[in-house]
């Protein structure tokens, strides 16, 4: 039986979609069997870095509902030996999906695959918790930003809430200069900040940018520090 592992953000824009798409590539170069699945519906992105908006023709709602079977919602990436996403919805107009539904849903891919990784949308609302229905643990995604880290501590505590024992949470896009200049919170206040363990902080990166746009994920340079870095992460999760 597999694992489903939500990745969530207090706020938008730190870096939730594109740590979950790095996390997935991470994982299947590993040799895990993988389904990464985008819950921001209406505002889908993970598709784009994965380089798979082309090939998408179904989506989430369409295999719940019945318009198509969820093997035909699986968009395989022909880059790894096990891969696949499941697009969200292009418009909330589409989306009608219960959390019963989400859970059932992650239940069927655990039976085949190793990672279901949910991509869920920032903040604390109605739509955090249809993404977290089918999950077993959960990374909060925050930057070195009071404000980041307030939504972070606010997120987690919903996320208790749900019932979801297993969280962890990264530090994204730190830049060494700020913190040096003490500019920026350090990552021991980050990490008396929060209640739950740390797995690992991601430098600033300019070359994320570059591969978010060539929807190529950044761990697939083998040797880089980022893969190694990633790698040490994702152990680091799956310990929490």
């Given amino acids: 039986m597999g694992e489903a592992i939500l990745i969530a953000s207090g706020k938008g824009g730190v870096g939730k979609t594109v740590f979950a798409a790095n996390m997935g590539a991470a994982l299947a170069k590993s040799g895990a069997s993988v389904v990464l699945i985008d819950m921001n519906i209406g505002m889908r992105n993970l598709d784009i870095c994965m380089g798979l908006e082309s090939r998408v023709i179904y989506d989430l709602t369409d295999a719940i509902i019945g318009i198509c079977s969820l093997k035909k919602a699986l968009v395989k990436d022909r880059r790894f030996e096990s891969l696949y996403l499941i697009s969200a919805a292009q418009t909330q107009e589409k989306a009608k999906i219960t959390p019963a539904e989400m859970r059932d849903l992650c239940q069927e891919l655990k039976e085949k695959h190793d990672y279901v990784i949910i ?10 918790r249809l993404a977290a229905a089918g999950a077993d643990r959960a990374v909060i995604v925050t930057t070195a930003e009071y404000g980041a880290l307030r939504d972070a501590d606010a997120l987690d505590r919903v996320l208790e809430r749900i019932g979801i024992v297993s969280r962890s949470f990264v530090v994204n896009d730190v830049k060494e200069e700020l ?7 350090d990552l021991q206040e980050i990490s008396e900040s929060m209640r739950i363990p740390m797995a690992g902080v991601i430098p600033h990166e300019n070359n994320v940018i ?14 880089s520090y980022f893969e190694r870095n990633f790698r040490r992460i994702i152990q680091r999760i799956l310990q929490c």
């Avoid at 991509?119 to 955090?128: F, K, M, T, V």
């Avoid at 913190?179 to 919170?185: C, F, T």
């Fill in 119 to 128: 991509d869920a949308p920032s903040g604390i609302g109605a739509e955090l």
């Fill in 179 to 185: 913190l040096s200049r003490g500019a920026v919170p």
């Fill in 210 to 223: 570059v591969s978010v746009n060539i929807g190529v994920p950044v761990v697939m340079e083998e040797g």
